[in-house]
């Protein structure tokens, strides 16, 4: 089982959401891998960055579970995961080449896209989307 993270930041309720261009396909949280070496926190400080161009300052884990569904662009159908609430950050966000698109929705707009799988899980988990 391999390591991911992944990032809710929330702005005026609303959360930033990212359309991927590479499997898993959908709308999705700030997420990716944990690298050898890194631990969850570096990895979501350097994900956000990559993924949004934002700093993260502040951020608590909310969600750590092993989750054996959904497969990923490295193969792997497995991941154990840290789910990170974003509590501060600086900067200005900006699309990354991994995704289509990126915008900051309300939980109606999130119900009407067609969510990465793992997303749909989490959101339903920490009751954003029943």
Known sequence: MHSSVGAIIKQNNKILMLDRLNIPLGWACPAGHIED???????IVREIKEETNLAAVNYKLIIHEAVDFGTCRRGFTGHD?????????QGEVKLSYEHKA???????????????EIWQYFFKKLNIIF
């Open 81 to 89: 995961w840290y789910v990170y609430e974003i509590i501060d950050w």
């Open 37 to 43: 070496g890194e631990t969850p926190e570096q990895t």
């Open 102 to 116: 990126m915008g900051w929705k309300t939980i109606k707009e999130i119900k009407q896209l067609q969510l990465e």
